[in-house]
DNA sequence: ACATATACATTGTATAACTATGTATTTTAT
DNA sequence: ATAAAATACATAGTTATACAATGTATATGT
């Protein structure tokens, strides 16, 4: 059944995928990194990788399509806490379109 | 709206994506490569560069997930078509009960 | 005390899409 | 007749990103 192949393929899928998801997620409230994981697990199939997302939200902070702000608690480590900034938005938009058109080409082939 | 990002990202998600796509195609018929990517650009909207499928085809080969055989023409180039493995079929299956749970978690957290 | 969970971050490695380029044949347009 | 475009394969180099491994530091449960 090639097991390995199917290993590096679903890592390979994620490629791109996971950035999606992030921004979506950040679409409806802020949330820091290490809880953004625990949310997509919660809901999701998907894991994400501590040394995927943050490498990830440092580049859609340097794409300028989130924002941050370190909070400090009353107790713990603080936190850091992204934001979807206005191009962020525009951008998850032309993002859901080229998504939804790859499921329905995807759904046509695999009829 | 951050173009350069948006195309570097489609780019991302087609890496994983093709490879599914292309063996979802092979499925059903078999193809020669410059016509599976005619196929996909006529029933979809994904548009393969050549020197993307060739060495893919060739990966999916080294992987043993499909086999090739050159057929001459009587007239023009010779075509080398492609055809599944039971070992494709079977990654296959693994693979769409995999695209499919992505495609759920998506449509969940992107409400 | 010790393990586990929380919370951030970086380095190195592997993989794959894409551009550019190359070869060769056939068809179409001028 | 000849040039251009389409057909059909292929490879080398560049770029981007997921992930494992590793590191720092605090808090909590046993």
Redesign the pocket.
Known sequence: MNIGFLH?????V??????FIALNVLKDNEY????LI?QVKKHTKIE?????L??????LKKENLVTSKWVE?E???P???YTLTPTGEETLLQMRTFWFDLEKSIKKISK
Chains 1, 2 share one sequence.
């Open positions: 590096k393929w679903k890592s390979q994620k490629k791109g995928t996971l950035a820091y990194g290490y809880e625990e994400i990788a501590e040394g995927t943050y490498p990830l939200l440092n580049r608690q107790s713990g480590i936190r850091k806490y």
